[in-house]
């Protein structure tokens, strides 16, 4: 049950927010909840019903974790947070890591001395696993207060955000389903909701899913790709990539704004960046933020001296790699961008220079090295991704190839989507206003994407989904 499919949209959302509402409205907050995580548990199940069990385990264990991290007079409680944390950590990787660990062994020593099987990945472990990671560690510091236990599952179970983010805190989300005021119907929440959603809908039908069917054939057959090919497939992705995931997240916010919860941003028009570090503030958000908090600074942050500091840099961003995917084009990937925030660093910091780039070329090197760095996240292999970035940037050797006209009509894309990239708001930022004239164009919008686009064809995976 994808955000994007008709059951869910005509079916499974309509019943969850009308039945919570409902249940408001007779004054049983609490069964409300219940409500809430009983349908985002079986929104989990629909997807993945085979690891139901280990995500329902994982709560488990982690609240009890927070339980004991919680209490004043319990003494170890920093061995309690290692032991939590590590148990996440094995959980992941055990489920994520052991075929890619296995693989690679097997592959440097060019025999089969780990056989393993094929272990399949619980659904949205990559997500469930940093949000509750994230709970324990805020509840050792003292920053997330003890909950019941009924607000804590629902948090991490919450299914606007179950899957594929954003990454939320304990803190954040908790002290909304403990405000009873959720519970009563907003209209001007729900009609800004609507807006969101459709928005989020229209980047993924429209724009995502046009572009995936052009990107894959290139992706796939690298070696028929001309210079122009290639510069079309780089840039194709970038696009699909960001409007797929982006869409997701605001259909996540969208979905909370019907029930009256604050879903936090995870995208700020990224694209607009003028440096690596501007892009990773306003790219995946929340993400960025779990590596700052929990990771960066726990290494030492930028306190032990310049060298630390850019280790510390090139190690979160490798970790981000890996957390991405299984695979050594995800580790190439979060290593590029580890090696340019460290030369940004570099740049900004040590040599202390007063030269300052010209904004124009600021983005122009800071977007083509997002775009480059994406043809790895993209590629089945690391031989792939080299091709296709040899063929961009070293046109000679292409030049017998024939221009494809799918591509041509991709790199048209390309085009308006920079352009709507630069020029456009975050979703969310857009000033809204409730009206009836809007109310009937969204209307007839959303009824168009549903009716022409979404129904006729199966409902396409959102890039995130496996992660």
Known sequence: MLFNSPIFVMLFLPVVVGIFFLLNGVGQFRISKLFLLAASLFFY???????????????????????????????????????????????????????????????????????????????????????????????????????????????????????????????????????????????????????????????????????????????????????????????????????????????????????????PINFNSPYKALSIQDFWRRWHITLSSFLRDYMYIPL????????????????????????HGAGWTFVVWGGLHGLASAIHRVWSKILNTPVKMPKVLAWFITFNFVNA??????????????????????????????????LNKLLLCCAGCLLLCLLSKNTLEIKFKPSLPLAIALGVFFAFLLTCIVYPEQASPFIYFNF
Request: hydrophobic content about 50%.
């Open 300 to 323: 030492g942050g930028s306190r032990k001296g310049q060298g630390r500091t850019l280790f510390n840099l090139l190690a979160v961003f490798l970790l981000c790699g890996l957390w």
């Open 45 to 263: 199940a629909w997807l993945k019903v085979d690891y139901l069990l280990i995500f329902a385990i994982s709560i488990l264990v982690n609240f009890a974790f927070g339980h004991i991290l919680s209490s004043e007079s319990f003494q170890h409680k920093k061995l309690c947070l290692w032991i939590g944390v590590c148990l996440n950590l094995l959980a992941l990787g055990y489920y994520k890591y052991a075929n890619f660990f296995a693989d690679t062994v097997n592959g440097l020593l060019k025999e089969e001395y780990i056989s393993i099987g094929n272990i399949a990945m619980p659904l949205a472990i990559s997500f469930f696993t940093f949000t509750q990671i994230s709970y324990l560690v805020d509840t050792y510091r003292g920053q997330a207060k003890r909950g019941s236990f009924l607000d804590y599952a629902l948090f991490v179970s919450f299914f606007p955000k179950l899957i594929q983010g954003p990454i939320a805190r304990y803190g954040d989300m908790v002290s909304q389903f403990e405000d009873k005021s959720i519970g009563r119907f907003n209209s001007e929440n729900f009609s800004r909701g609507l807006f969101v959603f459709t928005m989020g809908l229209a980047k993924k039908v429209l724009i995502a899913d046009y572009m995936a069917a052009l990107v894959a054939p290139a992706f796939a057959d690298p070696q028929s790709l001309g210079c122009i090919d290639a510069w079309a497939a780089s840039l194709g992705y970038t696009f699909q990539l960001y409007f797929d995931f982006s869409g997701y997240c605001d259909m996540a916010c969208g979905i909370g704004m019907f029930l009256n919860i604050r879903i």
């Open 373 to 406: 760095a994406w043809v790895f996240f993209r590629a089945d292999s690391i031989s792939t991704a080299v091709e296709i970035l040899r063929r961009m940037y070293l046109p000679f050797e292409a030049a017998n190839q024939v221009f494809d006209k799918d």
